[in-house]
């Protein structure tokens, strides 16, 4: 039996809780990806005085942290020495 650990996308924060950076090419993918759709469907909706631009942005933002939480690093809140 091999003791491997799971390869995180996303690792959990050095200091309170979340994620940092991506340390893998998936999770740069996703992240680049996820800024391109968010900007251009925000931009998208207030170009078009359209409140819809609050919904879209709030869906996005679930949908990065599913993503997190499934790709990522168990968060915990960890604090400094």
Do not use: N
């Not at 799971?6 to 996703?30: D, H, I, L, M, T």
């Not at 968010?38 to 869906?59: N, P």
Request: proline share 7%.
């Amino acid at each position: 039996m091999t003791d491997q650990q799971p390869e995180y996308w996303f690792p959990a924060k050095r200091y309170s809780w979340g994620w940092g950076p991506p340390v893998r090419w998936q999770g740069w993918v996703v992240l680049i990806s996820w800024l391109i759709a968010f900007f251009s469907g925000v931009g998208y909706f207030i170009a078009r005085r359209s409140l819809l631009h609050v919904a879209f942005a709030s869906g996005m933002v679930i949908l990065l942290l599913v993503i997190c939480y499934w790709k990522g690093e168990p968060p915990r809140s960890r604090r400094g020495k």
